[in-house]
């Protein structure tokens, strides 16, 4: 029989239980919203308290650069910066309660350490204790740099598991060009700040450049990660930017340049490549030849492309395009005659010559341009107004930059008509007097060869997004001269290449092709001409009946042949290596009748 005692009793401890399990599950509710419900509002007080919270950076990569045919000319590798907190160290070397302290002692940690860093253990401790010695309250001491991603994974395991809240990493990306100097002055390169410098790599910064991310969590005694208070914003890594360049072909054409360059004695050397039908540069090789990988192994103004940033008088690659003025305006044809002594004073006093010694001639407009007659083209020149001749220089581009958005490019430029002086009348017909890039000079030709329509140049294919959006680049049109003007001028370059002085040393087997030389004066910063020093270049169009690409090549002052004779041995070999790598096929069609060179 229960007493009333008894059952008293019982109703106390059912009370007693009921309280201890009501504030069981307070202190479970309690503990589900810290650690679940609330976590990131707590992490993220801990953290904004700046004693127990913890933020590290998630670096994202920088993307990659590729070729045409997806070959990695540019990427980046992440490295890992190691260091120390001296007086972290020394106060848990201090503290008297074990239970305050790491599980692993300095002088086992610090063997262990070395031993993943790849130094010695007395070097680590040697370390510290300098950086003691210096300051009591030093909270840094450089362990190594560039530590791979196993080895870091080695010193964060390290550091969690023991509880090593002293080592610190911070990691950092390390751009690489895995094939050193090829195409190196298009891709440009990073400084050692990481900021973009030169090149594809400024041109496109913003598609390459990653969102850093970061972990964030709150720490426990000894550093140790308090576990649930993790966060993350993950990173975001950089676009791919794929090149309009083939890097095989770019690297024979260095190789060729190269070796052409340092046979002439010239200072640099350029070969530009472009395909016709689209505007896109399929090789701009460079000699000497920046590596990115090592930027100081050639001086600085080579850092920039001097396809892009050098600027010179072209000479006499620029007759065509007097040529072309003349034809679009109905003021010549191509048979239409000018007598031409070796030198002429004109009427109002301005004095010209030819590079060669002749009897009087009486050249046609073709023959002007295969024997490049400066005295002749100065003669058909005023057959339209300084304005006109002005007009057309413009429309083919002098002083206006590309579309490639070069870094530093520069535009060139010629003087309006009103500012020609007696001596520049003339001399703009044969292409001095106004300045041009190499770049500028191949859009010219791509805009002749394109039967007079211009496309804008592009070196990049495209930027594709890290979630895989691809951002194509847009070329703009636009029509320069009637693709009858086109097509005649055509037929004269192609009578340079058969009838000029250069045609056994440019000859193509099996391809019929245009080709203009220019021997340029450069000037002395004086007002005059350095005597006997030429900047040569010469430029092809191939196949002439259906030009596919355009080829130009430049010596800057050769020493072993100073005239433009200088280039055609690279040139010739340029094309020949250009229509085997695009297997364009060999001309089917025979070449029209020569044009008459004479009256």
């Known amino acids: 029989m229960t007493t009333r005692a008894t059952r008293a009793q019982r109703r106390r401890t059912v009370a007693a239980l009921a309280v201890i399990l009501a504030v069981l599950c307070a202190f479970v509710l309690r503990l589900i919203d810290i650690q679940v419900v609330h976590a990131d509002d707590h992490v993220a007080e801990g953290v904004n308290a700046g004693n127990l919270g913890t933020t590290q950076v998630l670096a994202g990569a920088r993307g990659d650069i590729t070729d045409a045919r997806g070959t990695v000319l540019a990427s980046s590798v992440m490295v890992y910066d190691s260091q120390l907190d001296p007086k972290l160290i020394q106060d848990f070397e201090d503290e008297p309660d074990p239970k305050k302290k790491p599980k692993m002692d300095w002088a086992e940690a610090s063997t262990r350490i070395a031993r993943i860093v790849g130094v010695t253990g007395d070097e680590v ?23 791979s991603t196993e080895q870091y994974l080695a010193l964060r395991d390290l550091k969690v598991d023991e509880g090593l809240a002293y080592i610190a990493t911070v990691p950092r990306a390390v751009r690489v060009y895995p094939n050193g100097a090829v195409a190196g002055s298009a891709l440009g390169f990073l400084d050692g700040s990481g900021k973009a410098r030169y090149g594809v790599e400024r041109i496109e910064d913003k598609c390459l450049s990653p969102q850093n991310g970061e972990i964030t969590y709150l720490r426990g005694l000894g550093g140790v990660k308090i576990p649930g208070s993790e966060q993350i914003t993950p990173a975001v890594d950089g676009g791919t930017v794929q090149l309009t360049l083939d890097s095989d072909l770019n690297w024979y054409l260095q190789q060729m340049i190269s070796e052409e360059a340092q046979h002439q004695g010239a200072k640099s050397g350029t070969v530009t490549v472009v395909e016709v039908k689209t505007g896109k540069i ?37 007759k065509p395009i007097t ?17 031409a002594e070796t030198r002429e004073r004109f009427p109002n006093g301005a004095n010209v010559g030819d590079a060669f010694s002749h009897p009087r001639y009486d050249y046609t407009l073709a023959g002007a341009l295969i024997d490049s007659s400066n005295v002749a083209l100065s003669k058909f020149g005023t057959m339209v107004s300084p304005e006109t001749r002005y007009e057309y220089l413009k429309k083919f581009g002098v002083g206006e930059k590309t579309d490639v958005g070069w870094p530093g490019e520069e535009p060139g430029g010629v003087a309006q008509p ?5 001596q520049t009348l003339y001399t703009t017909t044969f292409g ?6 190499p770049a500028q000079v191949v859009r010219a030709y791509q805009t002749l060869a394109n039967d007079g329509e211009r496309i804008g140049l592009s070196l990049v294919e495209s930027c594709t997004d890290s979630d895989g959006t691809v951002h194509k680049t847009r070329t703009e049109r636009e029509r320069v001269v009637s693709a009858e003007t086109a097509s005649q001028v055509r037929r004269m370059l192609e009578n340079v290449a058969v009838q000029g002085g250069l045609a056994d040393a440019i000859a193509v087997p099996g391809y019929r092709i245009g080709t203009k030389t220019g021997t340029a004066q450069t000037p002395d910063g004086h007002g005059g001409y350095k005597a006997g020093v030429y900047e040569t270049s010469i430029i092809g169009v191939a196949p002439i009946e259906d030009p596919q690409y355009v080829v130009m090549v430049t010596l800057d002052e050769p020493t072993r042949i100073t005239s433009s004779a200088a280039t055609a041995s690279a040139l010739q070999k340029a094309l020949t290596q250009v229509l085997k790598t695009y297997r364009v096929a060999p001309s089917s069609q025979p070449m029209d009748e020569l044009l008459p060179k004479f009256d």
Do not use: C
């Open 125 to 147: 401790r040697e370390s510290v204790a300098t950086a003691l010695a210096a300051n009591r309250e030093s909270r840094y001491a450089k362990l190594v740099n560039g530590l």
């Open 282 to 318: 399929r090789a701009m090789a460079e000699w000497p030849a920046l590596d990115p990988n090592n930027v100081d192994g050639v001086p600085v103004d080579l850092w920039k492309s001097q396809i892009f940033t050098h600027t010179y008088e072209p000479g006499s690659t620029f």
């Open 323 to 339: 040529a072309a003025t003349l034809l679009e305006e109905k003021a010549a044809t191509p048979d239409t005659v000018v007598s």
């Open 418 to 422: 009103q500012d020609w002086d007696n």
């Open 432 to 437: 001095q007097a106004f300045t041009v890039t």
